[in-house]
């Protein structure tokens, strides 16, 4: 899933004007002394007209969102607020309009080096100043770009790995803590026609990327997004795990649907599956308390158990005709409307609010799995790549990845192909 005030000065003025007069009408006591009253009044001037922002929002596949963002503009009363719906490809949609359109003025995106470096997109530091701190830190650096803030997370989407507890009990089977645990009781759980592990139907690929850089302590980037951060070798280490998991005859592959889709998981297809916190309401649904949730195991003492958060952030467009109004109708929306906040992370769907006293406030976070998945946003997520990660950057990284995981490539060679890709993109953005 992915969801006031523009002061209006020349009302203000108007009522301030408004209220001289009424002054100077009282001033008159009826004495001797004091003028007649007037009987001449000058109209007000009218009102100014309400500027008009036009909205974007990709296509949510929740129930109710697209009334809700709708209902969200409506209230908003020092402009006219039009929500348009973006089915299909909303990312190049929105790729496309930042280059040629001032439309539209506000829209939800993940934010990108190059927009900032075009100049295509707003900083928003002055609407967060004063809640900067209660945005969980990896959502809030998904949004940062040299420092400056360019969009206000709307709501975090993570991924967890949801195990049936009934199979792990008759396997013999503890939650795994370590990568290697993981392989192991993916190994044992695999049985009859239950696999023990889906992580979509890439086998991991595009799913684990991530989890493996951070299980062993690493990142994407480092030092202020200025290095690389897998030039290590246990980088090679953690990919070359999922070599392990994809011939050891332990995952499932080729399922109905993907790895987002909680059905397999659902069916009985295997026993553990990666997928979103966003399946919470279908799998509680469907198998009651006969499930958990973990982060992704470490990959040893040196490393830690990880979870990725992402989330769109409400943008400005830079060259939107109304840019004040556009940025007042933001904070108004994302940092003012707490209520509309919370409304639009946990009702349709399942998700974490992107502010931490927000998320104290969801009671359908405070229970069970649900819980856990919110504490391991708190303590152990990390941002997939973010705006400095670049697209050859991502695509050198996945490209290595896959040929380690499904062609037995040597981990360390096809690694080091991904950094200097990595490194080549760094150098062409900082010099």
Excluded at 270 to 277: D, P, S
Excluded at 347 to 370: C, I, M, T, W, Y
Aim: aromatic share 8%; with cysteine.
């Amino acid at each position: 899933m992915q969801q006031r005030s523009r002061r209006n000065f020349f009302a203000l003025a108007g009522m301030a004007a408004a209220g001289v007069t009424a002054a100077a009408c009282g001033s008159n006591t009826g004495r001797q002394g004091n003028p007649p009253p007037s009987t001449a009044y000058s109209a007000a001037p009218p009102e100014p007209a309400k500027p008009t922002l036009q909205q974007w929002y990709h296509a949510y596949g929740e129930d109710g969102v697209q009334d809700a963002v709708k209902r969200y503009a409506a209230a908003y009363q020092k402009a006219k607020v039009s929500v348009q719906w973006n089915p299909g490809d909303y990312d190049s949609k929105i790729v496309t309009a930042l280059q040629n359109s001032a439309v539209p003025d506000v829209f939800e995106a993940q934010v990108k080096i190059d927009w900032v470096r075009q100049n295509q997109v707003v900083p928003l530091d002055d609407l967060v100043a004063g809640v900067k701190s209660d945005f969980t830190p990896a959502l809030l650096a998904a949004n940062t770009v040299e420092g400056k803030v360019y969009g206000i997370p709307q709501a975090i989407d993570t991924q967890v790995l949801f195990y049936r507890k009934s199979l792990l009990s008759a396997a013999g089977v503890q939650p795994p803590q370590t990568v290697d645990e993981l392989i192991d009781a993916a190994a044992k759980l695999t049985k009859g026609g239950v696999k023990g592990l889906f992580v979509g139907n890439d086998g991991g690929v595009s799913t684990l990327t991530g989890p493996l850089l951070w299980s062993a302590g690493l990142d994407y980037l480092k030092n202020d997004n200025r290095e690389v951060g897998f030039d290590d070798p246990r980088a090679a280490t953690a990919f070359g795990k999922l070599r392990a998991l994809n011939t050891n005859n332990s995952l499932l592959l080729g399922a109905p649907t993907d790895w987002s889709d909680p059905a397999a998981f659902i069916d009985g297809l295997a026993a553990m599956q990666w997928t979103g916190l966003w399946n919470v309401p279908k799998i509680q649904a469907a198998l009651k308390d006969d499930f958990g949730v973990l982060a992704f195991p470490k990959l040893d003492g040196s490393g830690a158990p990880s979870v990725p958060v992402g989330a769109y952030g409400a943008m400005v467009n830079a060259k939107s005709a109304n840019v004040a109004a556009a940025k007042d109708f933001v904070k108004w929306l994302w940092i003012d409307q707490a209520a509309d906040q919370l409304e639009f992370a946990t009702k349709f769907g399942f998700h974490v609010p992107a502010r931490q006293s927000l998320a104290d406030k969801a009671d359908n976070l405070k229970s069970g799995p649900a819980a856990d998945a919110a504490r391991f946003v708190k303590e152990n997520s990390h941002l997939i790549g973010g705006p400095v990660w670049t697209q050859p950057s991502n695509t050198a990284l996945s490209d290595a990845v896959a040929k380690i995981a499904k062609e037995g490539a040597d981990p360390a060679a096809e690694t080091k192909k991904a950094v200097d890709v990595a490194k080549a993109e760094l150098k062409r953005l900082f010099g």
